[in-house]
């Protein structure tokens, strides 16, 4: 019989003892290989909620003690986000909003789970969690369950039966429908059962069947388990610091270096019984002591780690309540500073609408305090004023004697020029006479002398010129004394009547020539205003017209500087279309006939020595009467020869001529007068400055610094009488002519507008008001009154009486300030 020898100790064969099983010091025997139980897993599906989580994984850990907890999370992200202005809906934020809420969010279910696992490690117990991402919790928890083959779930519910489940738990209600038939789920309530759905059938796929598994060396490493994105932990994180060292350290120690030395006791024990032992005994005495020795120091080991790891978990037990605390201490104190920060927002709004109405409130006293100064010093005005009327009342009588003896002197000479007027008919008709006579002989052709006699009939009361008058007053119609030259005239510098005057032939030849020379005379003949031309007389003979001579040319000639002119300052602008629109509305509100201009543009405007408008270029006006006006296809024969970008382009379309086309131009004129541009397409391109806000960088910055509320007012007027039709433009009124005026600033004349007569343009020395409620000076009023007007000189409306009442209180207020000046 062969004795066996003795095994070397590297060759004797090694323990592998589960991780959680620690073997007692009675056991005799030992096989070589120790088969470990199956270990089940139990799935437990938990929400946000600790208050709630907490009884549920007590309930679990109490009744599957020897089982792996796998804890099972369905992670619904939020639809709103909380922004300082309140919740917005997820899809209404932007990108990089969203993603820093989620990632916040995340971070918070990570240590949510976190605490989950700290209860678990404090019952030490193996745990891993799987978590999803779903829009409905439900769903995604039955997902996980197909996903992985669950076949035991712990999940809560509400207490009762089964059909209450049903009805109240949305999430046990879908899980009990949904969850597939392999899975046994268990309802718990506040740490009770209540129900259990029992499985049905067992899973098909080979996953999900575990077999048993042998314990070995590796074991003692505790399984990865999931979460989000396949982030593997590792099985240290399952126990505390401390115990987790101990543990593996001291398990390695066995599994790797002491067991050297338990070989070599156990070789030292073997050699000693193998002298007396037979070969069988001696190999089973040797193999008894290895397995004795092994068993004693690990029965240590295991004894010195279990009670370290108690103390470390009861540590870390201690902390994680404290962390708790702190965290719910922290909770508070966010919400608290929430609240605080809220409140301080709310009082910083208060305050600011405080401070508003604070400063509204004193803005409005201010703006009182000023009106009671401006009004006390108007009082204080108005007393020194009526104190100073009454100190020359008696003056004042005395005046109107001396104005009445004056007033006789002047009755007397109005006769006497009522005879020279007289006088100079009977000689016009003696010239009529002798031209008769002279036609009769033959020596005018047929065709010259009635064209001449039909329009002198015509003529009204004006001084009448011989060709030899004109000639000897232009050399002869000398180019040199050439003035302008149009289509059908030209305008001749001269001297005549002891003053410069502006003559104007007509080619009589040219069609068009008498027609206006009889259209100009007709009108101006009748007419007397301060802004229309003169008319000083006529000469039939030479078909041409003597005006009264205005030295600064065109308005258009001095807009754009063509003779280097000093540029036009924006009141004096503003006057001067005060001035155009006085004319206008003279002309439009003339009776029996309205007067239409036709033929309005910067050239018919003439400027005297002050640089006051006065209109010109009648050639072409219309009479036209209210009923021809009223009728909608009245239609002119003969289109205006005016510039085609002054001339209304509804005429343009309809070829209707009404006072509304002298409107457009007028229109024009003043954004020409604002802006000193050309009018092709002005109207547009102020409109557009005014509705971008940059009205000011078209305006002429020649003018000097606009007032902003003039410029408007001129911008707004201007554009309403560029409208495209006739209808939309406005009525040139009395009123607005009166508003127009007032524009312009007070330094511009030094002379107070009301000290001056409307109708001679100088202050007034014996002031009369007329029944339109306009003053004029005694003089000039009395003359329109006598020859035979009776209407306004200014609105030319017709007067309701023509009776004069005498303004006392202007008349001394005239006579203190030129006292004063």
Same mark, same amino acid.
């Not at 769903?139 to 207490?159: C, Q, R, S, T, Y």
């Not at 002197?409 to 109005?414: A, G, K, N, P």
């Given at each position: 019989?062969?004795?066996?020898?003795?095994?070397?100790?590297?060759?004797?064969?090694?323990?592998?003892?589960?991780?959680?099983?620690?073997?007692?010091?009675?056991?005799?025997?030992?096989?070589?290989?120790?088969?470990?139980?199956?270990?089940?897993?139990?799935?437990?599906?938990?929400?946000?909620?600790?208050?709630?989580?907490?009884?549920?994984?007590?309930?679990?850990?109490?009744?599957?003690?020897?089982?792996?907890?796998?804890?099972?999370?369905?992670?619904?992200?939020?639809?709103?986000?909380?922004?300082?202005?309140?919740?917005?809906?997820?899809?209404?934020?932007?990108?990089?909003?969203?993603?820093?809420?989620?990632?916040?969010? !995340?971070?918070?279910?990570?240590?949510?789970?976190?605490?989950?696992?700290?209860?678990?490690?404090?019952?030490?117990?193996?745990?891993?969690?799987?978590?999803?991402?779903?829009?409905?919790?439900?769903?995604?928890?039955?997902?996980?369950?197909?996903?992985?083959?669950?076949?035991?779930? /712990?999940?809560? $519910?509400?207490?009762?039966?089964?059909?209450?489940?049903?009805?109240?738990?949305?999430?046990?209600?879908?899980?009990?429908?949904?969850?597939?038939?392999?899975?046994?789920?268990?309802?718990?309530?506040?740490?009770?059962?209540?129900?259990?759905?029992?499985?049905?059938?067992?899973?098909?796929?080979?996953?999900?069947?575990?077999?048993?598994?042998?314990?070995?060396?590796?074991?003692?490493?505790?399984?990865?388990?999931?979460?989000?994105?396949?982030?593997?932990?590792?099985?240290?994180?399952?126990?505390?610091?401390?115990?987790?060292?101990?543990?593996?350290?001291?398990?390695?120690?066995?599994?790797?270096?002491?067991?050297?030395?338990?070989?070599?006791?156990?070789?030292?024990?073997?050699?000693?019984?193998?002298?007396?032992?037979?070969?069988?005994?001696?190999?089973?005495?040797?193999?008894?002591?290895?397995?004795?020795?092994?068993?004693?120091?690990?029965?240590?080991?295991?004894?010195?780690?279990?009670?370290?790891?108690?103390?470390?978990?009861?540590?870390?037990?201690?902390?994680?309540?404290?962390?708790?605390?702190?965290?719910?201490?922290?909770?508070?104190?966010?919400?608290?500073?929430?609240?605080?920060?809220?409140?301080?927002?709310?009082?910083?709004?208060?305050?600011?609408?405080?401070?508003?109405?604070?400063?509204?409130?004193?803005?409005?006293?201010?703006?009182?305090?000023?009106?009671?100064?401006?009004?006390?010093?108007?009082?204080?005005?108005?007393?020194?004023?009526?104190?100073?009327?009454?100190? !020359?009342?008696?003056?004042?009588?005395?005046?109107?004697?001396?104005?009445?003896?004056?007033?006789?002197?002047?009755?007397?000479?109005?006769?006497?020029?009522?005879?020279?007027?007289?006088?100079?008919?009977?000689?016009?008709?003696?010239?009529?006479?002798?031209?008769?006579?002279?036609?009769?002989?033959?020596?005018?052709?047929?065709?010259?002398?009635?064209?001449?006699?039909?329009?002198?009939?015509?003529?009204?009361?004006?001084?009448?010129?011989?060709?030899?008058?004109?000639?000897?007053?232009?050399?002869?119609?000398?180019?040199?004394?050439?003035?302008?030259?149009?289509?059908?005239?030209?305008?001749?510098?001269?001297?005549?009547?002891?003053?410069?005057?502006?003559?104007?032939?007509?080619?009589?030849?040219?069609?068009?020539?008498?027609?206006?020379?009889?259209?100009? /005379?007709?009108?101006?003949?009748?007419?007397?205003?301060?802004?229309?031309?003169?008319?000083?007389?006529?000469?039939?003979?030479?078909?041409?017209?003597?005006?009264?001579?205005?030295?600064?040319?065109?308005?258009?000639?001095? %807009?754009?500087?063509?003779?280097?002119?000093?540029?036009?300052?924006?009141?004096?602008?503003?006057?001067?279309?005060?001035?155009?629109?006085?004319?206008?509305?003279?002309?439009?509100?003339?009776?029996?006939?309205?007067?239409?201009?036709?033929? %309005?543009?910067?050239?018919?405007?003439?400027?005297?020595?002050?640089?006051?408008?006065?209109?010109?270029?009648?050639?072409?006006?219309?009479?036209?009467?209210?009923?021809?006006?009223?009728?909608?296809?009245?239609?002119?024969?003969?289109?205006?020869?005016?510039?085609?970008?002054?001339?209304?382009?509804?005429?343009?379309?309809?070829?209707?001529?009404?006072?509304?086309?002298?409107?457009?131009?007028?229109?024009?004129?003043?954004?020409?007068?604002?802006?000193?541009?050309?009018?092709?397409?002005? $109207?547009?391109?102020?409109?557009?400055?005014?509705?971008?806000?940059?009205?000011?960088?078209?305006?002429?910055?020649?003018?000097?610094?606009?007032?902003?509320?003039?410029?408007?007012?001129?911008?707004?007027?201007?554009?309403?009488?560029?409208?495209?039709?006739?209808?939309?433009?406005?009525?040139?009124?009395?009123? %607005?002519?009166?508003?127009?005026?007032?524009?312009?600033?007070?330094?511009?004349?030094?002379?107070?507008?009301?000290?001056?007569?409307?109708?001679?343009?100088?202050?007034?020395?014996?002031?009369?008001?007329?029944?339109?409620?306009?003053?004029?000076?005694?003089?000039?009023? !009395?003359?329109?009154?006598?020859?035979?007007?009776?209407?306004?000189?200014?609105?030319?409306?017709?007067?309701?009486?023509?009776?004069?009442?005498?303004?006392?209180?202007?008349?001394?207020?005239?006579?203190?300030?030129?006292?004063?000046?």
């Amino acid at each position: 019989m062969e004795l066996l020898k003795p095994l070397h100790p590297h060759h004797a064969p090694i323990l592998r003892i589960p991780f959680h099983a620690v073997p007692s010091s009675s056991s005799s025997q030992s096989q070589s290989q120790v088969p470990l139980p199956m270990i089940s897993k139990v799935h437990v599906a938990v929400g946000k909620s600790l208050d709630k989580v907490v009884p549920l994984l007590r309930w679990t850990l109490n009744h599957f003690r020897n089982a792996e907890i796998v804890i099972v999370h369905a992670y619904q992200p939020s639809l709103t986000i909380p922004t300082l202005l309140g919740k917005l809906p997820a899809s209404q934020a932007s990108p990089a909003v969203v993603s820093a809420f989620r990632k916040v969010e !995340r971070e918070q279910i990570m240590k949510l789970l976190d605490k989950y696992l700290s209860i678990c490690r404090a019952a030490r117990v193996k745990a891993a969690i799987i978590v999803t991402e779903a829009d409905q919790v439900q769903k995604g928890i039955v997902d996980l369950v197909i996903k992985h083959n669950i076949e035991k779930l /712990v999940i809560g $519910a509400v207490p009762e039966n089964c059909m209450k489940v049903k009805r109240n738990s949305s999430k046990a209600n879908y899980t009990a429908k949904n969850a597939p038939p392999f899975c046994e789920v268990w309802f718990i309530y506040k740490g009770k059962h209540i129900w259990t759905r029992e499985a049905s059938e067992t899973p098909c796929s080979s996953s999900s069947c575990t077999q048993p598994e042998i314990a070995t060396t590796e074991s003692l490493r505790c399984r990865s388990f999931q979460y989000g994105k396949n982030e593997l932990f590792d099985s240290e994180y399952l126990w505390p610091n401390s115990a987790r060292t101990t543990a593996v350290s001291g398990i390695r120690s066995w599994v790797q270096g002491e067991i050297i030395e338990t070989e070599a006791t156990f070789s030292s024990k073997a050699s000693s019984c193998c002298s007396h032992c037979s070969p069988q005994n001696s190999s089973r005495a040797y193999f008894d002591t290895y397995l004795e020795v092994m068993e004693e120091r690990i029965n240590k080991q295991l004894i010195e780690t279990k009670r370290e790891a108690e103390a470390v978990t009861d540590e870390a037990f201690t902390e994680l309540l404290k962390c708790e605390k702190l965290e719910v201490e922290a909770m508070e104190a966010i919400r608290k500073v929430n609240l605080f920060e809220s409140a301080h927002v709310r009082e910083v709004k208060l305050r600011k609408e405080a401070d508003d109405a604070l400063r509204d409130t004193v803005q409005e006293q201010q703006k009182l305090l000023n009106e009671s100064e401006e009004i006390a010093g108007e009082l204080q005005m108005t007393m020194r004023n009526i104190a100073l009327l009454d100190s !020359r009342a008696q003056e004042a009588n005395r005046r109107r004697d001396e104005a009445a003896d004056e007033l006789s002197l002047i009755q007397e000479s109005i006769s006497t020029l009522w005879q020279e007027r007289q006088q100079i008919r009977r000689q016009k008709t003696e010239a009529l006479r002798w031209l008769e006579r002279w036609r009769s002989r033959g020596q005018v052709g047929a065709a010259h002398c009635n064209g001449v006699i039909g329009f002198a009939e015509e003529l009204p009361e004006l001084a009448e010129f011989s060709l030899s008058d004109l000639q000897n007053a232009t050399c002869n119609f000398s180019n040199s004394f050439k003035i302008e030259q149009g289509g059908y005239s030209c305008i001749y510098k001269g001297e005549m009547l002891g003053r410069t005057v502006a003559i104007k032939k007509f080619h009589q030849h040219n069609m068009q020539g008498p027609l206006e020379f009889r259209q100009e /005379v007709q009108v101006l003949g009748s007419l007397q205003h301060p802004h229309l031309i003169t008319l000083l007389g006529v000469c039939p003979e030479a078909w041409s017209i003597v005006y009264e001579y205005l030295p600064n040319g065109t308005l258009q000639d001095y %807009l754009f500087r063509k003779s280097n002119n000093s540029p036009l300052t924006w009141n004096t602008r503003a006057r001067m279309i005060a001035e155009i629109a006085s004319a206008l509305c003279f002309l439009h509100s003339f009776k029996p006939e309205t007067i239409i201009h036709g033929d %309005l543009k910067p050239e018919t405007v003439l400027l005297d020595s002050s640089l006051g408008c006065k209109m010109c270029g009648f050639g072409l006006c219309r009479l036209v009467s209210e009923e021809s006006l009223l009728r909608p296809s009245f239609r002119l024969s003969t289109e205006p020869k005016g510039a085609f970008t002054y001339t209304d382009p509804e005429f343009q379309r309809t070829g209707i001529l009404t006072t509304k086309s002298d409107i457009y131009s007028f229109g024009l004129i003043i954004l020409q007068l604002l802006t000193g541009r050309t009018p092709v397409g002005l $109207a547009v391109l102020v409109r557009n400055a005014v509705s971008c806000g940059k009205l000011s960088s078209i305006l002429d910055s020649s003018a000097g610094e606009w007032p902003s509320a003039v410029a408007m007012q001129l911008v707004e007027l201007g554009l309403q009488c560029c409208q495209q039709y006739h209808r939309d433009r406005p009525e040139l009124t009395p009123t %607005l002519v009166r508003e127009l005026e007032q524009l312009h600033a007070s330094e511009e004349r030094p002379v107070p507008s009301f000290f001056s007569c409307p109708i001679l343009q100088e202050i007034m020395h014996d002031p009369q008001v007329a029944a339109d409620g306009f003053t004029y000076e005694g003089d000039a009023i !009395r003359e329109w009154l006598e020859n035979g007007h009776d209407t306004s000189p200014m609105t030319n409306l017709k007067l309701s009486h023509l009776f004069l009442t005498p303004n006392y209180a202007l008349r001394l207020a005239i006579q203190d300030w030129l006292c004063k000046s």
